[in-house]
């Protein structure tokens, strides 16, 4: 994740920017748009081509999405045997304590209702941890 810092000498991610600027929805936002994405991913297109042209890989838009997962559940489960678990998923209490906008307390991110949605989308228990499942669909196992 890139990180920007803005005038109040706060350095924030592009994710929690994203958030910010959604009222605190980013994630379900996103869980919203997945099935859009899986048919519509023009905007996908150039960096699966860039991949094929620089390294001789065939790489079409489907591939490029599976490396991207399969890259992510590599990523969790070396932090879930590095002793992270779920009970460390969490974003800053300024995206879920904070209401991005204050008169309106429903901007605050709702963790305890986006996870499960989020664990269950990435083909995860409800404890956060990739099932056998997916880690065959993704060849790792």
Not at 49 to 57: E, H, L, Q, V
Not at 69 to 96: I, K, Q, V
């Amino acid at each position: 994740m890139y990180s920007t810092t803005y005038s109040k000498n706060t350095s924030v991610t592009s994710g929690e920017r994203v958030a910010g600027r959604c009222g605190g929805g980013a994630v379900s936002l996103l869980l919203k748009a997945l099935p859009a994405l899986k048919i519509n991913s023009l905007f996908l297109m150039p960096h699966a081509k860039a991949i094929k042209y620089a390294t001789g890989i065939p790489m079409d838009t489907g591939s490029f999405v599976r490396w991207g997962e399969r890259g992510y559940n590599l990523e969790r489960m070396y932090s879930l045997r590095e002793g992270l678990t779920g009970a460390d998923d969490s974003l800053p209490d300024r995206l879920t304590r904070v209401p991005q906008v204050e008169s309106r307390p429903d901007t605050v991110v709702p963790m305890d209702k986006m996870l499960p949605k989020y664990y269950k989308i990435r083909g995860w228990d409800p404890s956060g941890i990739p099932t056998d499942k997916t880690l065959r669909k993704l060849g790792l196992i």
